[in-house]
Protein backbone atom coordinates (compact mmCIF):
# COMPACT_ATOMS: atom_id res chain seq x y z
CA UNK A 1 0.00 0.00 0.00
CA UNK A 2 1.27 3.86 -0.65
CA UNK A 3 -0.26 7.04 0.96
CA UNK A 4 -2.80 8.40 -0.97
CA UNK A 5 -4.48 5.10 -1.95
CA UNK A 6 -8.65 5.51 -2.41
CA UNK A 7 -10.63 2.88 -0.03
CA UNK A 8 -11.36 0.65 -2.40
CA UNK A 9 -7.97 -0.55 -3.44
CA UNK A 10 -7.19 -0.67 0.11
CA UNK A 11 -9.76 -3.07 1.02
CA UNK A 12 -9.08 -5.05 -1.94
CA UNK A 13 -5.45 -5.35 -0.80
CA UNK A 14 -6.63 -6.13 3.30
CA UNK A 15 -10.28 -6.25 3.85
CA UNK A 16 -10.14 -6.36 7.22
CA UNK A 17 -8.42 -3.30 8.11
CA UNK A 18 -9.94 -0.89 9.96
CA UNK A 19 -11.04 2.14 8.17
CA UNK A 20 -11.53 6.20 10.12
CA UNK A 21 -13.02 8.77 8.63
CA UNK A 22 -11.13 12.43 9.22
CA UNK A 23 -12.21 14.92 10.32
CA UNK A 24 -10.48 17.77 9.32
CA UNK A 25 -12.06 20.67 11.38
CA UNK A 26 -11.39 18.42 14.55
CA UNK A 27 -7.80 18.23 13.09
CA UNK A 28 -7.22 22.00 12.49
CA UNK A 29 -8.33 22.86 15.86
CA UNK A 30 -5.87 19.89 17.93
CA UNK A 31 -2.87 21.20 15.37
CA UNK A 32 -3.38 24.50 16.55
CA UNK A 33 -3.92 23.57 20.37
CA UNK A 34 -0.60 21.85 20.23
CA UNK A 35 0.63 24.92 18.53
CA UNK A 36 -0.59 27.22 21.43
CA UNK A 37 0.90 24.70 23.88
CA UNK A 38 4.25 25.09 22.55
CA UNK A 39 4.48 28.67 22.69
CA UNK A 40 5.58 28.49 26.32
CA UNK A 41 8.96 27.28 24.93
CA UNK A 42 9.27 30.33 22.31
CA UNK A 43 7.18 33.12 21.01
CA UNK A 44 7.87 32.30 17.39
CA UNK A 45 6.02 29.69 16.08
CA UNK A 46 4.48 28.57 13.22
CA UNK A 47 2.76 25.84 11.01
CA UNK A 48 4.17 23.38 7.91
CA UNK A 49 3.01 21.35 5.53
CA UNK A 50 1.56 17.54 6.85
CA UNK A 51 0.42 18.63 10.51
CA UNK A 52 4.33 20.02 11.27
CA UNK A 53 4.71 22.61 13.99
CA UNK A 54 7.96 24.77 13.53
CA UNK A 55 10.02 26.32 16.39
CA UNK A 56 12.13 28.80 16.78
CA UNK A 57 14.14 27.89 19.90
CA UNK A 58 17.32 29.67 18.98
CA UNK A 59 16.95 31.75 21.95
CA UNK A 60 15.49 29.63 24.46
CA UNK A 61 18.04 27.16 24.45
CA UNK A 62 19.69 28.48 27.65
CA UNK A 63 16.18 29.61 29.55
CA UNK A 64 15.40 25.76 29.34
CA UNK A 65 18.87 24.02 30.03
CA UNK A 66 19.89 22.95 26.44
CA UNK A 67 18.41 21.34 23.72
CA UNK A 68 18.03 17.93 25.16
CA UNK A 69 16.01 19.18 28.17
CA UNK A 70 14.04 21.70 25.52
CA UNK A 71 13.43 18.74 23.61
CA UNK A 72 12.33 16.67 26.69
CA UNK A 73 10.04 19.20 27.90
CA UNK A 74 8.15 19.69 24.43
CA UNK A 75 7.71 15.90 24.35
CA UNK A 76 6.13 16.12 27.78
CA UNK A 77 3.73 18.65 26.94
CA UNK A 78 2.73 16.68 23.72
CA UNK A 79 2.01 13.96 26.31
CA UNK A 80 0.04 15.97 28.39
CA UNK A 81 -1.90 17.10 25.03
CA UNK A 82 -2.51 13.31 24.67
CA UNK A 83 -0.12 13.43 21.61
CA UNK A 84 2.82 11.53 19.60
CA UNK A 85 4.86 13.64 17.88
CA UNK A 86 8.47 12.99 16.18
CA UNK A 87 10.89 16.01 17.56
CA UNK A 88 13.66 16.96 15.17
CA UNK A 89 16.35 19.77 15.72
CA UNK A 90 18.09 21.69 12.66
CA UNK A 91 19.84 25.07 11.84
CA UNK A 92 16.84 25.41 9.36
CA UNK A 93 13.01 24.89 9.98
CA UNK A 94 12.43 23.05 6.53
CA UNK A 95 15.27 20.80 6.97
CA UNK A 96 14.16 20.25 10.87
CA UNK A 97 10.84 19.50 9.36
CA UNK A 98 12.15 17.10 6.30
CA UNK A 99 14.35 14.80 9.15
CA UNK A 100 10.77 14.62 11.28
CA UNK A 101 9.46 12.96 8.84
CA UNK A 102 11.74 10.36 8.56
CA UNK A 103 12.80 9.29 12.32
CA UNK A 104 13.71 12.51 14.12
CA UNK A 105 17.17 13.78 14.74
CA UNK A 106 19.09 16.18 16.47
CA UNK A 107 21.62 17.92 14.30
CA UNK A 108 23.40 21.39 15.67
CA UNK A 109 26.13 22.26 12.84
CA UNK A 110 24.95 23.12 8.99
CA UNK A 111 27.52 20.08 7.75
CA UNK A 112 25.79 17.47 9.57
CA UNK A 113 22.66 18.44 8.24
CA UNK A 114 23.52 18.07 4.88
CA UNK A 115 24.82 14.75 5.24
CA UNK A 116 21.52 13.84 6.93
CA UNK A 117 19.56 15.22 4.35
CA UNK A 118 21.22 13.39 1.12
CA UNK A 119 20.39 10.16 2.64
CA UNK A 120 16.61 10.97 2.45
CA UNK A 121 14.24 9.56 -0.32
CA UNK A 122 13.05 11.86 -2.44
CA UNK A 123 9.62 11.71 -1.38
CA UNK A 124 10.35 13.48 1.69
CA UNK A 125 9.58 16.94 0.01
CA UNK A 126 5.73 16.76 -0.62
CA UNK A 127 6.32 18.94 -3.49
CA UNK A 128 7.63 16.49 -5.51
CA UNK A 129 4.64 13.67 -5.01
CA UNK A 130 3.25 14.67 -8.63
CA UNK A 131 6.34 13.74 -10.11
CA UNK A 132 8.12 11.15 -8.11
CA UNK A 133 7.37 8.06 -10.72
CA UNK A 134 9.11 10.52 -13.21
CA UNK A 135 12.31 11.11 -10.91
CA UNK A 136 12.06 7.18 -10.19
CA UNK A 137 12.22 6.41 -13.86
CA UNK A 138 15.43 8.45 -13.79
CA UNK A 139 17.33 7.35 -11.35
CA UNK A 140 16.47 10.05 -8.96
CA UNK A 141 15.84 8.17 -5.46
CA UNK A 142 17.41 10.46 -3.04
CA UNK A 143 17.51 14.09 -1.81
CA UNK A 144 21.43 14.35 -3.10
CA UNK A 145 20.72 12.66 -6.83
CA UNK A 146 17.90 15.59 -7.01
CA UNK A 147 20.52 18.37 -6.31
CA UNK A 148 22.69 17.20 -8.78
CA UNK A 149 20.09 17.64 -11.37
CA UNK A 150 20.07 20.54 -14.03
CA UNK A 151 18.08 23.43 -12.26
CA UNK A 152 16.76 24.64 -15.24
CA UNK A 153 15.47 21.46 -16.68
CA UNK A 154 13.75 20.72 -12.80
CA UNK A 155 12.12 24.30 -13.42
CA UNK A 156 10.88 23.63 -16.47
CA UNK A 157 9.86 19.75 -15.80
CA UNK A 158 8.27 20.89 -12.03
CA UNK A 159 7.17 23.39 -9.67
CA UNK A 160 9.23 26.00 -8.93
CA UNK A 161 8.31 25.41 -4.95
CA UNK A 162 10.07 22.03 -5.05
CA UNK A 163 13.40 24.00 -5.55
CA UNK A 164 12.67 26.39 -2.89
CA UNK A 165 11.50 24.21 -0.58
CA UNK A 166 14.71 22.11 -1.08
CA UNK A 167 17.33 25.32 -0.68
CA UNK A 168 15.59 26.32 2.29
CA UNK A 169 15.88 23.16 3.94
CA UNK A 170 19.96 23.65 3.23
CA UNK A 171 20.12 26.30 3.99
CA UNK A 172 20.69 28.23 0.63
CA UNK A 173 17.79 30.67 0.68
CA UNK A 174 16.20 32.85 3.56
CA UNK A 175 12.96 30.96 5.43
CA UNK A 176 9.86 32.95 5.45
CA UNK A 177 7.10 32.02 8.09
CA UNK A 178 3.75 33.22 8.93
CA UNK A 179 4.31 33.63 12.98
CA UNK A 180 1.08 32.29 14.88
CA UNK A 181 -0.54 35.07 16.94
CA UNK A 182 -2.76 34.52 19.73
CA UNK A 183 -6.30 35.80 19.98
CA UNK A 184 -6.89 38.39 22.85
CA UNK A 185 -8.52 36.14 24.75
CA UNK A 186 -8.71 32.31 26.03
CA UNK A 187 -11.33 29.77 25.43
CA UNK A 188 -11.16 26.10 24.42
CA UNK A 189 -13.03 23.58 24.06
CA UNK A 190 -12.15 19.64 23.77
CA UNK A 191 -14.70 17.43 23.07
CA UNK A 192 -14.70 13.75 24.36
CA UNK A 193 -14.33 10.67 22.12
CA UNK A 194 -16.39 9.03 24.82
CA UNK A 195 -18.91 9.98 27.83
CA UNK A 196 -17.26 10.43 31.30
CA UNK A 197 -19.21 9.18 34.19
CA UNK A 198 -16.93 10.61 37.29
CA UNK A 199 -15.50 14.47 37.17
CA UNK A 200 -11.94 13.55 38.25
CA UNK A 201 -11.68 11.36 35.00
CA UNK A 202 -12.10 14.58 33.10
CA UNK A 203 -8.18 15.70 34.86
CA UNK A 204 -6.22 14.48 31.61
CA UNK A 205 -8.79 16.81 29.15
CA UNK A 206 -8.56 19.12 31.69
CA UNK A 207 -4.15 19.16 31.80
CA UNK A 208 -4.47 19.26 27.19
CA UNK A 209 -6.45 22.76 28.02
CA UNK A 210 -4.26 24.38 30.87
CA UNK A 211 -1.12 23.23 28.83
CA UNK A 212 -2.68 25.99 25.91
CA UNK A 213 -3.37 27.76 28.70
CA UNK A 214 0.13 28.58 29.69
CA UNK A 215 1.33 28.45 26.13
CA UNK A 216 -1.26 31.47 25.19
CA UNK A 217 -0.49 33.08 28.62
CA UNK A 218 3.34 33.01 27.43
CA UNK A 219 2.41 34.20 24.31
CA UNK A 220 0.28 37.51 25.70
CA UNK A 221 3.04 37.73 28.24
CA UNK A 222 -0.11 37.66 30.95
CA UNK A 223 -0.56 35.91 34.28
CA UNK A 224 -4.38 34.56 35.35
CA UNK A 225 -5.69 35.44 38.10
CA UNK A 226 -9.57 33.46 38.10
CA UNK A 227 -10.07 30.90 35.78
CA UNK A 228 -13.78 28.84 34.58
CA UNK A 229 -13.93 25.30 34.11
CA UNK A 230 -16.99 24.05 32.25
CA UNK A 231 -18.39 20.56 32.10
CA UNK A 232 -20.79 19.92 29.29
CA UNK A 233 -23.35 17.39 29.42
CA UNK A 234 -25.87 15.90 27.57
CA UNK A 235 -27.79 18.44 24.82
CA UNK A 236 -31.11 18.72 23.26
CA UNK A 237 -34.01 17.22 24.82
CA UNK A 238 -32.29 15.91 27.30
CA UNK A 239 -29.81 18.50 28.41
CA UNK A 240 -28.31 19.26 31.50
CA UNK A 241 -26.88 22.45 32.48
CA UNK A 242 -23.05 22.35 32.37
CA UNK A 243 -20.93 21.73 35.81
CA UNK A 244 -18.87 25.19 36.74
CA UNK A 245 -15.87 25.15 38.46
CA UNK A 246 -14.52 28.60 39.25
CA UNK A 247 -11.04 28.82 40.19
CA UNK A 248 -9.93 31.91 42.02
CA UNK A 249 -6.21 32.56 42.51
CA UNK A 250 -4.56 34.91 45.20
CA UNK A 251 -1.60 35.29 43.33
CA UNK A 252 -1.74 35.11 39.51
CA UNK A 253 0.21 32.21 37.90
CA UNK A 254 1.36 31.50 34.16
CA UNK A 255 2.51 27.99 34.96
CA UNK A 256 0.33 24.80 34.78
CA UNK A 257 1.48 22.94 38.16
CA UNK A 258 -0.06 25.02 40.32
CA UNK A 259 -3.29 25.16 38.25
CA UNK A 260 -3.59 21.16 37.92
CA UNK A 261 -2.81 20.50 41.94
CA UNK A 262 -6.04 22.87 42.79
CA UNK A 263 -8.10 21.42 39.58
CA UNK A 264 -7.48 17.99 40.59
CA UNK A 265 -8.38 18.93 44.35
CA UNK A 266 -11.82 20.21 43.50
CA UNK A 267 -12.58 17.39 40.78
CA UNK A 268 -12.13 14.64 43.37
CA UNK A 269 -14.64 16.27 45.24
CA UNK A 270 -16.91 17.18 42.38
CA UNK A 271 -20.41 14.95 42.15
CA UNK A 272 -21.79 14.99 38.18
CA UNK A 273 -25.20 14.87 37.59
CA UNK A 274 -24.60 13.21 34.18
CA UNK A 275 -22.06 12.09 32.09
CA UNK A 276 -19.70 14.27 30.46
CA UNK A 277 -19.38 15.22 26.92
CA UNK A 278 -16.89 18.09 26.59
CA UNK A 279 -14.66 20.59 28.58
CA UNK A 280 -14.41 24.53 28.54
CA UNK A 281 -11.65 26.47 30.05
CA UNK A 282 -11.56 30.21 29.95
CA UNK A 283 -9.19 32.51 31.40
CA UNK A 284 -11.76 34.67 32.85
CA UNK A 285 -9.44 37.21 34.64
CA UNK A 286 -5.68 38.34 34.13
CA UNK A 287 -2.79 40.85 34.17
CA UNK A 288 0.41 41.44 32.88
CA UNK A 289 2.76 38.90 34.20
CA UNK A 290 4.92 39.64 37.12
CA UNK A 291 8.75 40.76 36.25
CA UNK A 292 11.20 37.74 37.93
CA UNK A 293 12.78 38.29 41.77
CA UNK A 294 15.90 40.18 41.75
CA UNK A 295 16.79 38.92 44.96
CA UNK A 296 19.90 36.56 45.08
CA UNK A 297 18.79 34.82 48.06
CA UNK A 298 15.13 32.89 49.05
CA UNK A 299 13.35 34.31 51.93
CA UNK A 300 13.25 32.38 54.77
CA UNK A 301 10.12 30.26 55.00
CA UNK A 302 8.95 30.70 51.63
CA UNK A 303 7.59 33.77 49.61
CA UNK A 304 4.63 35.22 49.76
CA UNK A 305 4.04 33.33 46.71
CA UNK A 306 4.65 30.15 48.18
CA UNK A 307 2.22 30.79 50.99
CA UNK A 308 -0.71 31.97 48.88
CA UNK A 309 -0.27 28.87 47.00
CA UNK A 310 -0.43 27.04 50.04
CA UNK A 311 -3.98 28.61 51.02
CA UNK A 312 -5.55 28.30 47.54
CA UNK A 313 -4.72 24.51 47.71
CA UNK A 314 -6.00 24.18 51.53
CA UNK A 315 -9.38 25.83 49.48
CA UNK A 316 -9.36 23.61 46.86
CA UNK A 317 -9.05 20.70 49.45
CA UNK A 318 -11.10 21.94 52.17
CA UNK A 319 -13.91 23.88 50.43
CA UNK A 320 -14.12 28.32 50.58
CA UNK A 321 -15.73 28.51 53.72
CA UNK A 322 -13.41 26.10 56.17
CA UNK A 323 -10.60 28.79 55.53
CA UNK A 324 -11.14 31.85 57.22
CA UNK A 325 -9.07 34.94 57.57
CA UNK A 326 -9.23 38.03 60.43
CA UNK A 327 -10.50 40.93 59.26
CA UNK A 328 -10.59 43.98 62.31
CA UNK A 329 -13.46 46.23 63.06
CA UNK A 330 -13.78 49.64 64.19
CA UNK A 331 -14.66 48.64 67.81
CA UNK A 332 -12.27 48.70 71.49
CA UNK A 333 -14.10 45.75 73.04
CA UNK A 334 -11.47 42.37 71.88
CA UNK A 335 -14.45 40.31 71.29
CA UNK A 336 -16.14 42.99 69.18
CA UNK A 337 -13.53 43.40 67.00
CA UNK A 338 -12.60 41.25 64.62
CA UNK A 339 -14.69 38.47 62.36
CA UNK A 340 -13.49 36.07 60.24
CA UNK A 341 -14.19 36.06 56.63
CA UNK A 342 -12.80 33.84 53.15
CA UNK A 343 -9.47 33.88 53.18
CA UNK A 344 -10.03 34.49 49.39
CA UNK A 345 -11.96 37.60 49.80
CA UNK A 346 -10.57 40.98 50.72
CA UNK A 347 -9.70 41.70 54.78
CA UNK A 348 -10.70 45.20 56.09
CA UNK A 349 -7.83 46.88 57.38
CA UNK A 350 -8.32 50.11 59.80
CA UNK A 351 -5.81 53.11 60.52
CA UNK A 352 -6.56 53.80 63.96
CA UNK A 353 -4.28 55.10 66.46
CA UNK A 354 -1.67 52.57 67.88
CA UNK A 355 -3.16 50.20 70.77
CA UNK A 356 -1.07 48.58 73.78
CA UNK A 357 0.48 45.20 73.57
CA UNK A 358 -2.01 42.06 72.35
CA UNK A 359 -2.26 38.62 72.83
CA UNK A 360 -1.64 36.47 69.90
CA UNK A 361 -4.37 33.81 71.66
CA UNK A 362 -8.04 35.35 72.83
CA UNK A 363 -9.67 32.87 74.58
CA UNK A 364 -13.60 32.26 73.44
CA UNK A 365 -14.72 33.10 76.51
CA UNK A 366 -13.03 35.07 79.63
CA UNK A 367 -12.38 33.33 82.80
CA UNK A 368 -13.24 34.19 85.99
CA UNK A 369 -9.91 34.01 88.01
CA UNK A 370 -9.61 34.12 92.02
CA UNK A 371 -7.96 36.31 94.71
CA UNK A 372 -5.37 35.33 96.88
CA UNK A 373 -3.50 37.79 98.98
CA UNK A 374 -5.26 40.33 96.85
CA UNK A 375 -3.66 39.44 93.80
CA UNK A 376 -5.51 37.07 90.93
CA UNK A 377 -4.43 33.55 90.82
CA UNK A 378 -3.64 31.12 87.57
CA UNK A 379 -1.45 28.36 88.69
CA UNK A 380 0.53 30.98 90.85
CA UNK A 381 -0.08 34.07 91.38
CA UNK A 382 -0.02 36.77 88.78
CA UNK A 383 1.68 40.43 89.12
CA UNK A 384 0.45 42.74 87.01
CA UNK A 385 3.56 44.24 84.44
CA UNK A 386 1.89 46.73 82.80
CA UNK A 387 -0.01 50.20 83.22
CA UNK A 388 -4.04 49.84 83.07
CA UNK A 389 -5.17 50.39 79.63
CA UNK A 390 -9.21 51.45 80.45
CA UNK A 391 -12.11 50.17 77.94
CA UNK A 392 -15.15 51.51 78.03
CA UNK A 393 -17.63 50.96 74.90
CA UNK A 394 -21.15 49.23 73.98
CA UNK A 395 -23.49 51.82 75.57
CA UNK A 396 -25.00 51.94 72.24
CA UNK A 397 -25.79 48.45 71.66
CA UNK A 398 -26.64 47.16 75.13
CA UNK A 399 -23.30 45.40 75.57
CA UNK A 400 -21.48 47.42 77.86
CA UNK A 401 -18.27 46.76 79.31
CA UNK A 402 -16.38 48.31 81.45
CA UNK A 403 -12.93 46.88 82.24
CA UNK A 404 -9.00 47.87 83.28
CA UNK A 405 -6.65 45.74 81.22
CA UNK A 406 -3.18 44.68 82.40
CA UNK A 407 -0.63 42.43 81.18
CA UNK A 408 0.35 40.24 84.38
CA UNK A 409 3.13 37.87 84.61
CA UNK A 410 3.09 34.36 86.35
CA UNK A 411 6.17 32.84 88.45
CA UNK A 412 6.47 30.77 85.19
CA UNK A 413 7.18 34.52 83.45
CA UNK A 414 4.45 33.81 80.87
CA UNK A 415 2.26 36.62 80.08
CA UNK A 416 -0.90 36.76 80.20
CA UNK A 417 -3.73 39.66 79.70
CA UNK A 418 -6.15 39.94 82.39
CA UNK A 419 -8.72 42.24 83.35
CA UNK A 420 -10.70 43.77 86.13
CA UNK A 421 -14.47 44.91 86.39
CA UNK A 422 -14.46 49.07 87.03
CA UNK A 423 -15.27 49.80 90.68
CA UNK A 424 -18.65 50.92 90.42
CA UNK A 425 -19.81 48.63 87.72
CA UNK A 426 -23.62 49.74 86.51
CA UNK A 427 -24.73 46.57 87.73
CA UNK A 428 -24.00 46.81 91.12
CA UNK A 429 -21.71 43.79 91.21
CA UNK A 430 -18.38 43.31 92.93
CA UNK A 431 -15.82 43.45 90.65
CA UNK A 432 -14.10 40.19 89.68
CA UNK A 433 -11.11 39.36 87.73
CA UNK A 434 -10.78 37.55 84.76
CA UNK A 435 -8.07 36.14 82.09
CA UNK A 436 -8.63 36.77 78.62
CA UNK A 437 -5.75 35.89 76.81
CA UNK A 438 -2.45 34.72 76.23
CA UNK A 439 0.90 35.87 75.12
CA UNK A 440 3.06 33.44 73.03
Given at each position: ?RHGMRRGGVLALL??????????????????????????????????????????????????????????????????????????????????????????????????????????????????????????GIGCRTLSDLRRL??????????????????????????????????????????????????????????????????????????????????????????????????????????????????????????????????????????????????????????????????????????????????????????????????????TSLDHRPLPPRPT????????????????????????????????????????????????????????????????????????????????
Amino acid sequence: MRHGMRRGGVLALLPQAPMHDRAPEREAQTLFGAATALLQYTPQASFSDDATVLLDIGASLRLFGGIRMLCQRVRCTMHRLGLTAIISCAPTAAGAALLARHGGVRIMKKERLHQCLDRLPVSALLTVAPYLDWLEGIGCRTLSDLRRLPRAGLQRRGHTHMLDTLDCAYGNAPELHAWIEMPPTFRQRIELNERIEHADAALHTVQALLAQLCGWLSARQLAVKQVHVQLEHERGRQAVTPTAIQLALAESTWQDSHLIRLLKERLAHLEISAPIIAVVLEAAETEPMAPASDKLFPEPGGSPADYKRLVELLVARLGADKVLQASPLADYRPEQANRWVPVMATATSLDHRPLPPRPTWLLEQPVVLPLRAHRPYYGARLRPVSPPERIEAGWWNGLLVTRDYYIAEGANHCHYWIYRERIGDVDGREPHWYLHGLFG
